[in-house]
T-cell receptor, first 110, second 113 residues
Framework: GQQLNQSPQSMFIQEGEDVSMNCTSS?????WLWYKQDPGEGPVLLIA?????ELTSNGRLTAQFGITRKDSFLNISASIPSDVGIYFC??????????FGTGTSLTVIP | EAQVTQNPRYLITVTGKKLTVTCSQN?????MSWYRQDPGLGLRQIYY???????DKGDVPEGYKVSRKEKRNFPLILESPSPNQTSLYFC????????????FGSGTRLTVV
């Protein structure tokens, strides 16, 4: 399967700080998605990106579809305790085949 | 409420004892999929289905079977479970041939001893 490299693997930040994470691939994707997984739950879609260069926001979250179509970035501004969880990127090649990154575990220290 | 429902949430079983994890969605989605989540490996696709009676292998199909006799249901079958199938399993669905991504169930934590 496709390999999506997500970094960093984990982050420990103070409440109020901004967060940046990214996802890279050797393949060109048509769609990039970002999910958040709360403990004990399934991933929930945060942001979907459909065009190279696209920048999309969802509240304090902003994600970008890389120009090369091989990467994507997620930023969280002014983090709060409920931002804790695992963040996954997912890329779509064709049809409904989505490939997931290995996840970034975020801990927010109050 | 639109959702994907998996059962059971937790299951402990012994090697070789056949089991089925059920998955049902109430959104009339065409696409359904099963993933397993393991530490450090993220989510890996086991099988997916594009519609009733249409299924195909994902990245890690060995040791699993699926069926799609009805649009809403997509059970995952382990004919002879082994310890390396101990994992967290997620069922997911999405509408049509779209790029809207999947809606996930809450997961089934399976332990095979």
């Amino acid at each position: 399967g496709q390999q999506l490299n997500q970094s960093p693997q984990s982050m420990f930040i103070q409440e109020g700080e901004d967060v940046s994470m990214n996802c890279t691939s050797s393949s060109i994707f048509n769609t990039w998605l970002w999910y958040k997984q709360d403990p004990g739950e399934g991933p929930v879609l945060l942001i979907a990106l459909y065009k190279a260069g696209e920048l999309t926001s969802n509240g304090r979250l902003t994600a970008q579809f890389g120009i090369t179509r091989k990467d994507s970035f997620l930023n969280i501004s002014a983090s709060i305790p409920s931002d804790v969880g695992i963040y996954f990127c997912a890329g779509q090649l064709s049809g409904n085949q989505f490939y997931f990154g290995t996840g970034t575990s975020l801990t927010v220290i109050p | 409420e639109a959702q994907v429902t998996q059962n059971p949430r937790y299951l402990i079983t012994v090697t070789g004892k056949k089991l089925t994890v059920t998955c049902s969605q109430n959104m009339n989605h065409e696409y359904m999929s099963w993933y397993r989540q393991d530490p450090g490996l993220g989510l890996r696709q086991i099988y997916y289905s594009m519609n009733v009676e249409v299924t195909d292998k994902g990245d890690v199909p060995e040791g699993y079977k699926v069926s799609r006799k009805e649009k809403r249901n997509f059970p995952l079958i382990l004919e002879s479970p082994s310890p390396n199938q101990t994992s967290l399993y997620f069922c997911a669905s999405s509408r049509g041939r779209s790029n809207y991504g999947y809606t996930f169930g809450s997961g089934t934590r399976l332990t095979v001893v």
